[in-house]
């Protein structure tokens, strides 16, 4: 829909533009929400950042309109490295329900985003292991081990974020 694509459109990449309205959107009308993952793949990186806003407004209110594209996240949308993507999705997965083969595979993206260039993304993706591994207590021993590796190396930003989800544990 060329309307999403003209909101999208609308500020400059270190904003959010206007998301807010188009989450609100599609959330009146999700059948536009297959419109906003093409934006996401499709648009130049000013609509890409302000589609990832709306997708993750939509991800924390609603986070059943999102189950039907599970595979899609997963597969396409998870495969592009522009890093305003990369940050929202790692607050979205949590959220999902996942099959067990989905989940092998999600969670290999978060510890991928765990060394990726950003200190943002790294960040979201250790808030990310957290809320996998306090649903999943299989997972607790790997989570504490890479916060601890976390606390203690890398950006400030992931140091501070390992040391507050480690005290949590």
């Not at 959010?16 to 929400?33: F, K, T, W």
């Not at 595979?105 to 306090?134: E, G, M, P």
């Not at 207590?137 to 890398?154: F, I, N, T, V, Y």
Request: contains cysteine.
């Amino acid at each position: 829909m060329q309307q999403l694509k003209e909101l999208l459109a609308v500020g400059d990449r270190k904003g959010i533009g206007r998301a807010g309205e188009v989450a609100s959107l599609i959330r009146d009308d999700p059948n536009l929400l297959g419109d906003l993952l093409d934006n996401l793949s499709a648009g130049g990186p000013v609509v890409r950042s302000h589609a990832a806003h709306a997708l993750m407004q939509i991800g924390l209110e609603r986070p059943d309109l999102l189950q039907p594209y599970t595979r899609r996240l997963c597969s396409e949308i998870s495969g592009l490295d522009q890093w305003e993507i990369q940050e929202q999705l790692m607050k979205i997965f949590p959220l999902l329900h996942w099959t067990a083969g989905e989940k092998k595979t999600v969670l290999q993206l978060v510890r991928d985003n765990l060394i990726h260039k950003s200190a943002i993304v790294r960040a979201c993706a250790l808030q990310a292991l957290y809320d996998f591994a306090l649903a999943d207590a299989d997972l607790l021993p790997e989570a504490k081990r890479l916060l601890q590796e976390a606390e203690g190396s890398g950006a400030k930003s992931s140091q501070a974020r390992a040391r507050k989800l480690l005290a949590k544990l």
